[in-house]
């Protein structure tokens, strides 16, 4: 049986995106992981396409590099993968909670300082992580790409979403309005909503994903029941078409945001926001208070 994960742990608490010497991989408990995820930040210029008001991403300090070395990523993937499994990393301070769970890695995240689909060797990217997950052994450690799916209909992502299905891969895609107008509001893109749309129905239609919403308050107010009947409405649109969703992962602010007025829900309000998702698309959804 797996073991519980806390959310009160302070390595589920710190997803902090640096680790030692590092410049581009970093470990974290994830709770939506179900333990060790390795995250793989190919964003570290911190450039990204949405500019939402709850990114806890610092813009302020300069970044550490702002090139991206696939070899220099290979061997940080290598060098945690094998600390992890020597149990290093339960060694460590920050992991003192977690016991022995940071030996097993649960998946290799594709989730940075910014959108890990702008950049523009996104699929050499991916091989160079499937490389280190099978010459590591690594069968039943998934690749997951986190995304906010303004990407994926270019022709380098989709060629890099063919090695993540061919890896045990997953995708997380971001759907966090139901109109134009909410998704303007919260995520501030210049990319069309209709794009993110299409995006999504595309990639679904190839594979399952999970749509991965963050419900919050804006100026104290949670989303108003019009706008989360239209979210609903766009899920179950996607459905229609051909889409194939694994679940929505729904969850809340968990760290500083840069707008002030940008405030997390209680569980109680995340878990009434799920259970009308339910009610109203037949899909599974898991809560991350």
């Known amino acids: 049986m797996d ?28 709770r939506r992981s179900g333990g060790l995820s390795i995250g793989v930040n190919l964003n570290p210029d911190k450039r990204c396409n949405f ?18 070395d696939l070899e220099v990523i290979r061997a940080e993937l290598t060098v945690l993968v094998r600390a992890a499994r ?22 290799i995240a ?26 590591e052994g690594l069968d ?5 790409l986190i995304t906010d799916a303004a990407g994926l209909d270019k022709a380098d992502v989709k060629r890099g979403l063919e090695i993540l299905d061919a890896n045990h891969g997953d995708i997380w895609a971001k759907l966090d309005a139901g ?16 794009r993110i749309l299409a995006n999504l129905l595309m990639t679904a239609k190839v ?3 999970a749509i991965q919403t963050l419900f919050l308050k804006v100026h104290g107010e949670a989303m108003s029941a019009g706008e989360l009947a239209a979210y609903c409405g766009r899920l179950q649109s996607l459905l229609e078409a051909g889409a194939r969703i694994r679940e929505v992962q729904a969850y809340t602010i968990a760290r500083p945001t840069p707008e002030v007025w940008a405030t997390k829900l209680d569980p109680d309000e995340l878990n009434t926001t799920a259970d009308i998702i339910r009610r109203e698309t037949g899909l599974p959804v898991s809560v991350h208070t």
């Open 51 to 68: 500019d939402c008001v709850y990114c806890e991403v610092d813009r302020r300090t300069p970044p550490r590099t702002t090139l991206l």
């Open 179 to 194: 109109t134009e107008a909410y998704y303007r509001l919260v995520n501030r893109s210049h990319v069309r909503f209709d």
């Open 110 to 135: 594709f989730s940075g300082d910014g959108e890990p689909t702008m950049v523009p060797n996104f699929a050499d990217c991916i091989q160079v992580a499937a490389d280190v997950r099978r010459a």
């Open 207 to 209: 594979r399952p994903i």
């Open 3 to 30: 073991e519980p994960i806390s959310r009160d742990w302070h390595a589920v608490k710190d997803h902090s995106r640096s680790w030692q010497d590092l410049l581009y991989v970093y470990p974290v408990v994830s």
């Open 86 to 107: 020597l149990g290093e990393l339960a060694r460590h301070p920050k992991f003192a909670e977690t016991g022995e769970l940071t030996r097993r890695i649960r998946d």
């Open 140 to 144: 039943e450690t998934k690749l997951v």
